[in-house]
């Protein structure tokens, strides 16, 4: 896997390496609700669970960097589509 880049591209300060986990998070485009799928192309939102075939409702880990300057987190959304968790 391609390695991160840790410079915020706000502030342009370092990035604390992280992750985010969670059982599921959604990005959802604006003006668009919450959908029981999501198609493939993430035209109408996606989610960010990697779906796992040995513990389905497990909590996931989310490569996602933090800046401590502007107070926000920026999250990989390269999910495989399943993983053998
Ligand atoms: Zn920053």
Redesign the pocket.
Known sequence: MEKRSLV?P??H?NMREGYVNTLDVYWIPKGYNPRPWYPKDKSKGFSLRRYGIKKPFHTVAVDADF?P??N?VIIDCNIPESEDL
């Open positions: 915020c706000y502030c300060g800046c300057t502007c926000k």
